[in-house]
C-alpha cells in the first residue's frame, strides 16, 4: 500500500479512461471506485456488460475524503465484510464444533481454534471502543451479539470450558466490546430467559440436535 496518496496515478487511462468520461453525468447509480482496483473492475464489468447507467466517481482509497468517509464510515466498510466472514467461519461455525463435540481432543482443538478466532477479532477492533468500530454499533458486532447471551453459560455448564473475557489486553477489550453488545437496548429486547436456550443448547452438546446448523457441523460444511 502507498505510504503517499499521491504516489498513485490520480485517474483511470486508456479504455477505462474513455469509460469514465462517459459516465460522468449525475445517475441514481454512483459507482465509488478506484481505477486500479481488481475488486472494483469485477463490479465496473458487470456495469458494463449489462448496459446499467451510473455515475463513475474516482476514490483514492489511500487518501482519506470527507465526502467518501460520509458513505463509507471510516473507510473500512470492506474490513467490515471481511470480519463478518471471520465470525462465521472463525468463531460461529467453532461455537457449534466445540458445542457438539464428544471427544476430549476434538473439543480441545475446537477450544483453541475458538481462542484464535476470537483473538484474530479483537485485533483488528477499534483499541478504545467499545463496539468493533468504536462508538458506532454495527454489522459486525450484530453478527456475533446473539451467541454472547447463552453460549459462554451453555459451554461452562456442558463442556467445562470457559471463554475468557478479561486476564489479557486481547480478552479485557474482548469483555469491554461483549459487555456493551449485551446492554445494547435491541440486543435485551430480543433476547429471551436463559433456561429456554440452555434446554436447546444441551441437545447440541449431547450431539442429538436435529437442526440443519447440527447436521452441518457433523459433516463439517458449516459456513465452508
Not at 156 to 172: C, L, R, V, W
Not at 185 to 204: A, G, M, P, R, W
Amino acid at each position: 500500500m502507498p505510504e503517499d496518496p499521491n504516489q498513485v496515478y490520480p485517474h483511470a487511462t486508456g479504455g477505462a479512461h474513455t469509460t469514465c468520461q462517459r459516465h460522468q453525468q449525475e445517475a441514481e447509480l454512483v459507482l465509488n471506485g478506484s481505477w486500479f482496483c481488481p475488486f472494483v473492475q469485477r463490479t465496473w464489468i458487470v456495469l458494463e456488460e449489462k448496459k446499467l447507467p451510473y455515475q463513475w466517481n474516482e476514490v483514492n482509497p489511500y487518501k482519506k475524503d470527507p465526502a467518501y468517509l460520509a458513505k463509507n464510515p471510516k473507510g473500512l466498510r470492506a474490513l467490515g465484510r471481511m470480519m463478518m466472514d471471520h465470525i462465521a467461519k472463525k468463531i460461529v461455525a467453532v461455537f457449534f464444533r466445540l458445542q457438539q463435540a464428544q471427544e476430549t481432543e476434538k473439543q480441545k482443538a475446537a477450544e483453541k481454534d475458538l481462542l484464535a478466532g476470537i483473538t484474530d477479532f479483537v485485533q483488528a477492533m477499534d483499541p478504545e471502543g467499545p463496539f468493533f468500530f468504536g462508538d458506532w454499533f454495527s454489522m459486525v458486532d450484530i453478527m456475533l451479539a446473539p451467541w454472547l447471551f447463552h453460549t459462554p453459560t451453555a459451554f461452562k455448564q456442558f463442556k467445562g470450558f470457559e471463554i475468557p473475557f478479561s486476564g489479557s489486553p486481547i480478552f479485557d477489550r474482548f469483555g469491554k466490546w461483549a459487555d456493551a453488545c449485551s446492554k445494547r437496548q435491541s440486543v435485551l429486547d430480543t433476547t429471551s430467559h436463559l433456561e429456554h436456550y440452555l434446554q436447546i443448547l444441551k441437545k447440541f452438546a449431547n450431539d442429538t440436535m436435529v437442526s440443519v446448523a447440527a447436521k452441518e457441523t457433523r459433516e463439517g460444511k458449516l459456513f465452508t
